[in-house]
């Protein structure tokens, strides 16, 4: 690894697998510039995806010259999701969708509110799912979940330490949304951003519960 950076990320924003990624090209810094781009892709055969891993210049305490920020990639912009988070809640998808357009459209008050909205069907479509899936029997389940508050769901069902700590305060910044969106303005970003991360964790888990199937079932692996 080039050692003026910190890491690369460990998985791929595509198919979601931990990945050791593969360095394909990176620019040098701009004289003044504070971000560092590399291209990287990803090594599974059956996704070979590229995408941008961005650095930010490291302070005095970081470990490396340049830290990493965040990843960009196609998918990220734009609203459509896996199959497998539609087939969890295809309400999520839709709300989902008509914030980021609100949020196209400079309507910022407007798109915060319904994020949030989004975030809390999310997080608990995802629940009612894993309840059912792990105990069919679960009764009236549905409407437990529905009435519970969303950062209780969070954290019942969330394993993440960092993630919950985030889909928290997500949470909560969506809690007195109209009070809140007047004083904090673009907060409705880092609630997209936090939307991102739950259902990044949801795919992570996804791919790793397909990987011990198949190595629990080796002949019905691809
Ligand atoms: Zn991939």
New binding site residues.
């Given amino acids: 690894m080039a050692d003026h950076i910190d890491r690369y990320p460990e998985s791929?924003?595509?198919?979601?697998?931990y990945?050791k990624a593969i360095h394909r090209w990176e620019n040098i810094p701009y004289e003044d510039s504070n971000l560092y781009y590399i291209v990287l892709q990803?090594p599974?055969a059956?996704?070979?995806?590229l995408f941008l891993a961005v650095y930010k210049e490291g302070k005095k305490e970081d470990s490396a010259e340049w830290v990493l920020d965040h990843i960009i990639s196609e998918k990220q912009n734009a609203t459509k999701f896996d199959p497998y988070i539609s087939d969890i809640s295809e309400k999520f998808v839709d709300i989902y969708g008509q914030a980021f357009k609100a949020e196209q459209m400079g309507l910022g008050d407007a798109c915060g509110a319904t994020y949030r909205k989004a975030l809390e069907i999310l997080v608990k479509d995802y629940a009612i799912k894993k309840t059912i899936k792990e105990d069919p029997e679960a009764d009236s389940v549905e409407e437990t979940i529905k009435k519970q508050p969303l950062a209780k769901c969070i954290n019942e069902y969330f394993k993440d330490g960092k993630l919950k700590e985030i889909a928290n305060r997500a949470a909560w910044l969506g809690n007195d949304e109209v009070h809140y969106y007047k004083l904090w303005g673009k907060d409705y970003e880092k609630l997209r951003e936090a939307i991102m991360l739950v259902v990044y964790y949801i795919m992570q888990e996804k791919a790793a519960d397909d990987l011990l199937e198949e190595m629990n079932n080796p002949k019905s692996g691809k």
Avoid at 12 to 17: G, T
């Fill in positions: 791929c924003p595509y198919c979601y697998r990945i990803c599974d059956g996704c070979q995806k």
